[in-house]
């Protein structure tokens, strides 16, 4: 049974270039959520979607960052004319429920800005 | 808001107990949990505890809860030096797994 999966493991972008991080999670689980960590900091809640609906994306900046989770398909995370401040891993997790069960993180994504 | 301090470093030797402290401000905190991350990786669930447990013991790891100070412990037992990381603590106390996490514990294990 595959773990959540991200690609790429690594992205480099320009300031101003837009980035796409993708996030499978696993098997027979519906709840996706993504987190931001800083450098030498905790992870920070971002966005928790389930297929086809954000539930909360209280903690997402509200200019230039979207997500979604489509029917068929990878969860997208999708950052639009990236600034330095944007550098961060990028972690993807997933649940069963929305409760009880606890989340499996992937490796993340770790986005470069230069 | 919440919020979730614990201490930066921690260097123990090989063979050692480990004690990771974590304290945490919010009161309706239902879920408590410890991750691990090692380089480069994910983060990795260790144990979980619900907030109406004192204790509970997994293997090398012991978890105690101190509601009333709001104090959360990790022991790992008979540390090795693949114990080697940076231990998250979390809580949450929403109906979704909106974790909040602390910044980490770096343990080192030193043969």
């Known amino acids: 049974n595959a773990g959540v999966m991200q690609n790429p493991r690594h992205l480099v972008r320009r300031r101003g270039q837009e980035a796409r991080l993708r996030c499978s999670p696993m098997?027979?689980?519906?709840?996706v959520y993504w987190y931001r960590q800083l450098p030498e900091e905790g992870l920070k809640f971002m966005v928790y979607?389930?297929?086809?609906?954000?539930?909360?994306e209280s903690g997402m900046p509200k200019e230039r960052f979207s997500a979604e989770f489509p029917k068929e398909g990878p969860s997208i995370l999708r950052i639009q004319q990236v600034v330095r401040g944007d550098s961060a891993a990028y972690f993807c997790?997933?649940?069963?429920?929305?409760?009880?069960?606890?989340?499996?993180f992937g490796n993340g994504t770790r986005l470069t800005v230069t | 808001g919440e919020d979730v301090e614990q201490s930066l470093f921690l260097s123990v030797r090989e063979g050692d107990s480990s004690v990771i402290n974590c304290t945490y401000t919010d009161s309706s905190s239902t879920y408590l949990y410890w991750y691990k991350q090692e380089p480069g990786a994910g983060l990795q669930l260790l144990t979980y505890?619900?907030?109406?447990?004192d204790m509970k013991q997994d293997q090398r790891l012991t978890v105690l809860l101190n509601k009333k100070d709001k104090h959360l412990s990790l022991r790992i037992a008979d540390t090795q030096t693949g114990d080697s990381a940076i231990y998250f603590c979390a809580e949450t106390n929403t109906g979704f797994q909106k974790l909040v996490f602390g910044t980490g514990t770096r343990l080192l294990v030193s043969p």
């Open positions: 505890i619900f907030s109406n447990m």
């Open positions: 979607l389930q297929k086809e609906n954000i539930i909360d």
């Open positions: 098997k027979g689980h519906s709840h």
């Open positions: 997790a997933s649940s069963r429920d929305s409760f009880i069960s606890p989340l499996h």
